[in-house]
């Protein structure tokens, strides 16, 4: 008899964007003349750069050949990205990184979910709230979160991240965490970690032989030169973190997928007996039995990006949206609605006014103004009555999107 994963029944069905989708086309249908405005889902919208164009094109001639094919490339990733990554990405930060310490992957969804499979299933982790749900449905399926109970996994620890608290996660003083997840800049809520507070972590991590898996697929949109790119940036911190990172924000990369994972050789977990063991040993270990590579067209794709054209465009792009975050953040608050983020990441978290619930609000939004935001609620029991926009959508869709919720706001 063929048995179930039972673990896999015990995830909660996460329907937050169908129940988005559900609800505007429900409206839609009502108001066939309404044009609604997304500013819900956190999927780019601008075209893939010049740079990035020109070497997949010239990857995928190079296919074309019997001396220029490609088949199974190294699990690893090829040299020449891992490279690139390590002289733009980390070297200019003071960091120093060996080449096999980079594991390029097919985007930062896999590898955040999948990283986890390396730990013991009792480890008890611990994550912000409002969180980005792959952290937790991950650890859910290999059966590590204990049961949902009034909207919570019994078994982990929420660290809330909220206005009351000025978005800074509290380190746990009552029952230590094994393994912590952070992302900075932070998908949902937009704001970012200093490096005094990122360091308590690190520091915690280190006090308590704990684990940080430190998501930074936003670091690209960090304005501020005081704020850490990296968790590197932090002294131990490669005792004691793996980072992941992705082109799919940074340069458009949502579809073509492609990231990597920094897996430091220093760090490393206990078994039963005490010895050390080192995770980057594992982490290939486990991606050459699970993991055939990402394309070579993606990888001459992304490597595109480190030239000094490809650096460029990709700076114009993400100017661009950061231009939308700024207009955005100043006509909401003008309006005098209480905003967070938006300054170092392309998300905007709004508080609703008056306590509405998230779920209400965004029904407020979608029949006033036909304006559709991502219900705070959705990552996490600490995101309601907040909504999230993004800043990824084009110019004159969020320039119209601020007008009609301007009206709206004044009049209605
Ligand atoms: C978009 C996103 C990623 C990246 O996903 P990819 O698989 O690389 O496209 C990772 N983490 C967070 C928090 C994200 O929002």
Same mark, same amino acid.
């Given at each position: 008899?063929?048995? #179930?994963?039972?673990?896999?029944?015990?995830?909660?069905?996460?329907?937050?964007?169908?129940?988005?989708?559900?609800?505007?086309?429900?409206?839609?249908?009502?108001?066939?003349?309404?044009? #609604?405005?997304?500013?819900?889902?956190?999927?780019?919208?601008?075209?893939?750069?010049?740079? #990035?164009?020109?070497?997949?094109?010239?990857?995928? =001639?190079?296919?074309?050949?019997?001396? %220029?094919?490609?088949?199974?490339?190294?699990? @690893?990733?090829?040299?020449?990205?891992r490279e690139a990554i390590l002289k733009n990405d980390f070297?200019?930060?003071?960091?120093?990184?060996?080449?096999?310490?980079?594991? $390029?992957? =097919?985007?930062?969804?896999?590898?955040? !979910?999948?990283? @986890?499979?390396?730990?013991h299933w009792d480890n008890f $982790?611990?994550?912000?709230?409002?969180?980005?749900?792959?952290?937790?449905?991950?650890?859910?399926?290999?059966?590590?979160?204990?049961?949902?109970?009034? %909207?919570?996994?019994?078994?982990?620890? *929420?660290?809330?991240?909220?206005?009351?608290?000025?978005?800074?996660?509290?380190?746990?003083? =009552?029952?230590?965490?094994?393994?912590?997840?952070?992302? *900075?800049?932070?998908?949902?809520?937009?704001?970012?970690?200093?490096?005094?507070?990122?360091?308590?972590?690190?520091?915690?991590?280190?006090?308590?032989?704990?684990?940080?898996?430190?998501?930074?697929?936003? @670091?690209?949109?960090?304005?501020?030169?005081?704020?850490?790119?990296?968790?590197?940036? $932090?002294?131990?911190?490669?005792?004691?973190?793996?980072?992941?990172?992705?082109?799919?924000?940074?340069?458009?990369?949502? !579809?073509?997928?492609?990231?990597?994972?920094?897996?430091?050789?220093?760090?490393?977990?206990?078994?039963?007996?005490?010895?050390?063991?080192?995770?980057?040993?594992?982490?290939?270990?486990?991606?050459?039995?699970?993991?055939?590579?990402?394309?070579?067209?993606?990888?001459?794709?992304?490597?595109?990006?480190?030239?000094?054209?490809?650096?460029?465009?990709?700076?114009?792009?993400?100017?661009?949206?950061? =231009?939308?975050?700024?207009?955005?953040?100043?006509?909401?608050?003008?309006?005098?609605?209480?905003?967070?983020?938006?300054?170092?990441?392309?998300? $905007?978290?709004?508080?609703?006014?008056?306590?509405?619930?998230?779920?209400?609000?965004?029904? @407020?939004?979608?029949?006033?103004?036909?304006?559709?935001?991502?219900?705070?609620?959705?990552?996490?029991?600490? !995101?309601? !009555?907040?909504?999230?926009?993004?800043?990824?959508?084009? +110019?004159?869709?969020?320039?119209?999107?601020?007008? +009609?919720?301007?009206?709206?706001?004044?009049?209605?």
């Amino acid at each position: 008899m063929a048995l #179930v994963n039972t673990h896999f029944l015990n995830l909660q069905d996460n329907y937050l964007f169908a129940d988005i989708a559900k609800k505007v086309n429900a409206f839609k249908v009502m108001h066939p003349k309404a044009d #609604v405005i997304s500013l819900g889902i956190g999927d780019v919208t601008q075209p893939l750069c010049p740079a #990035v164009i020109e070497a997949m094109h010239k990857a995928t =001639d190079e296919m074309a050949t019997a001396e %220029g094919f490609h088949g199974y490339g190294p699990e @690893q990733g090829y040299a020449f990205l891992r490279e690139a990554i390590l002289k733009n990405d980390f070297l200019p930060r003071g960091i120093h990184l060996d080449m096999d310490e980079v594991f $390029i992957n =097919d985007g930062a969804k896999s590898d955040t !979910g999948n990283f @986890q499979e390396l730990l013991h299933w009792d480890n008890f $982790i611990g994550v912000t709230d409002p969180v980005y749900p792959v952290y937790i449905d991950s650890n859910v399926m290999i059966g590590r979160c204990g049961t949902f109970e009034d %909207g919570k996994w019994t078994n982990v620890r *929420y660290l809330p991240t909220t206005a009351e608290n000025g978005f800074v996660p509290e380190i746990p003083k =009552d029952r230590h965490v094994d393994v912590i997840y952070l992302c *900075y800049p932070n998908n949902p809520t937009g704001t970012v970690i200093s490096k005094a507070e990122l360091r308590k972590w690190v520091n915690y991590a280190l006090k308590n032989d704990a684990l940080i898996l430190y998501d930074a697929a936003y @670091q690209a949109y960090i304005q501020d030169p005081e704020i850490p790119h990296s968790i590197y940036e $932090i002294r131990g911190a490669r005792k004691c973190a793996v980072e992941f990172r992705s082109f799919s924000k940074t340069a458009g990369f949502t !579809g073509v997928r492609c990231g990597y994972t920094i897996v430091p050789k220093e760090v490393t977990v206990a078994d039963f007996e005490g010895n050390r063991i080192q995770l980057n040993h594992l982490w290939l270990r486990r991606q050459c039995t699970k993991f055939n590579g990402t394309s070579y067209i993606s990888q001459r794709a992304a490597e595109a990006i480190y030239t000094p054209e490809g650096k460029e465009q990709v700076r114009a792009t993400i100017a661009y949206y950061m =231009d939308n975050a700024r207009m955005m953040l100043s006509t909401l608050r003008s309006l005098g609605y209480e905003c967070y983020g938006g300054e170092n990441a392309p998300y $905007i978290w709004m508080k609703t006014p008056d306590g509405t619930l998230s779920w209400k609000f965004f029904e @407020q939004m979608l029949y006033g103004p036909n304006v559709v935001c991502t219900p705070g609620v959705g990552f996490g029991p600490s !995101g309601e !009555g907040y909504v999230r926009f993004t800043a990824f959508g084009s +110019r004159e869709r969020t320039e119209e999107a601020l007008r +009609r919720i301007e009206k709206w706001t004044k009049y209605c």
